[in-house]
């Protein structure tokens, strides 16, 4: 059973415009959630996080809203750029016990932004 | 900054054969991971360890042993290949401190033939 799901697969976006990124998750054990880019024959890269205990992170281009009641979260980027396109993973994170955190990743959503 | 190192970066094997995959990251930190990226899947926890010397199974175990013997390695190992396993592997680390942030290798293109 998908505890994080992504349910767009793939997103295109007008350069300039607003790319909104979407995530779902089912275990409300889930207290902390991470946003990951990654680029073809790259390793993914931290983007932007959010504690469960916050709604809205901002960083940049890029925030990130949670809505905690319908376990829902997004990840707007405004103005997108071309250097934008990538894939882009939703994680979260809960205490899995003896003080370790694993991740439990989505299965990604695959932006494009057209010049 | 090195930052996570993976080697190799692409294996072929005969199904059957063994292999290890090295990981090395130069940050100090205590938590290292081992995951699986396949098609149209998220990245899946194979092992990870919360310090040198310990490890622990993580959601898709089977068919791979792990080893920290040294803080800054942490090394995935395949006995008998499988073309199940063919794979994009992820090293990842963090510091271990609270809901801390991960940090990606390049990964490892493994086919199983």
């Known amino acids: 059973d998908q505890q994080v799901k992504q349910n767009s697969p793939s997103l295109s976006v007008q350069e300039g415009r607003i790319s909104i990124l979407n995530c779902d998750y089912t275990n409300s054990m889930f207290d902390y959630f991470l946003w990951y880019k990654k680029y073809p024959a790259e390793g993914p890269t931290f983007l932007i996080s959010?504690?469960?205990?916050?709604d809205k992170n901002e960083d940049g281009r890029f925030t990130v809203f949670l809505n905690k009641s319908a376990k829902h979260l997004s990840l707007h980027i405004v103005p997108s750029q071309p250097g934008d396109s990538a894939v882009y993973f939703c994680a979260a994170s809960r205490n899995s016990g003896a003080g370790s955190y694993q991740l439990t990743f989505g299965k990604g959503t695959k932006l494009s932004v057209i010049p | 900054n090195a930052g996570v190192t993976q080697t190799p970066k692409f294996r072929v094997l005969k199904t059957g054969q063994s292999m290890t995959l090295l990981c090395a990251q130069d940050?100090?930190?205590?938590?290292m991971y081992w995951y699986r990226q396949d098609p149209g899947m998220g990245l899946r926890l194979i092992h990870y360890?919360?310090?040198?010397?310990?490890?622990a199974k993580g959601e898709v175990p089977d068919g791979y042993n792990v080893s920290r013997l040294k803080k800054q390695n942490f090394l995935l190992g395949l006995e008998s290949a499988a073309p199940s396993q063919t794979s994009v592997y992820f090293c990842a680390s963090s510091t271990g401190q609270g809901t801390d942030i991960q940090y990606f290798g390049a990964g490892t293109r493994l086919s199983v033939l």
């Open positions: 940050m100090n930190h205590e938590y």
């Open positions: 360890s919360v310090g040198e010397g310990t490890t």
């Open positions: 959010i504690s469960s205990i916050k």
